[in-house]
């Protein structure tokens, strides 16, 4: 009868990584591709008035935005309708939203929440008037308009 004999100097080969780059890479480009970048989908237009004294605000997460705008799907008419996350909503509609926005938030911030409103630039007064008058009910009286700045040709 014969012995085996186990060869005590041989291990484990180690783990072949000369494929991990290309695989690092994949998963990079599908995540690049497959990631959604806007967190709101748009309904409606804004193609935004140009103005000349423009200020860009500083914190995002304080603001609350309301788009006003036709629509873009011409199915639901061409009357500037209003959009409050990503669905059309009413002018009565806006307190509510303001309010499930503001409860979100933390209390020390509230006093600095500002409303933005991106109206397009086809929009009556009107419209804004009746979504300002909706804010002074649920005390949002820092209210911020949208514009893109004038390019000026001297």
């Not at 085996?4 to 041989?10: D, P, Q």
């Not at 291990?11 to 000369?18: A, D, V």
């Not at 304080?62 to 990503?86: E, S």
């Amino acid at each position: 009868m014969s012995k085996f004999k186990k060869k005590k100097g041989s291990e484990t080969p180690g783990i072949n990584t000369s494929s991990l780059p290309d695989i690092v890479f994949m998963l990079l480009f599908f995540f690049m591709v497959a990631t959604k970048m806007r967190d709101k989908e748009m309904k409606v237009r804004t193609q935004l008035p140009t103005a000349t004294e423009v200020e860009k605000l500083e914190k995002k997460s304080r603001l609350h935005y309301i788009f006003i705008g036709p629509p873009l799907d011409p199915t639901k008419g061409t009357a500037p309708r209003i959009q409050l996350d990503d669905a059309f909503a009413n002018v009565n509609q806006i307190q509510e939203y303001i309010t499930l926005q503001n409860s979100k938030k933390a209390e020390s911030e509230i006093p600095f929440m500002t409303t933005s409103l991106k109206a397009d630039r086809v929009v009556k007064m009107g419209i804004i008037q009746d979504i300002k008058q909706e804010l002074r009910e649920v005390n949002a009286l820092k209210l911020s308009y949208t514009a893109s700045k004038e390019i000026r040709e001297d």
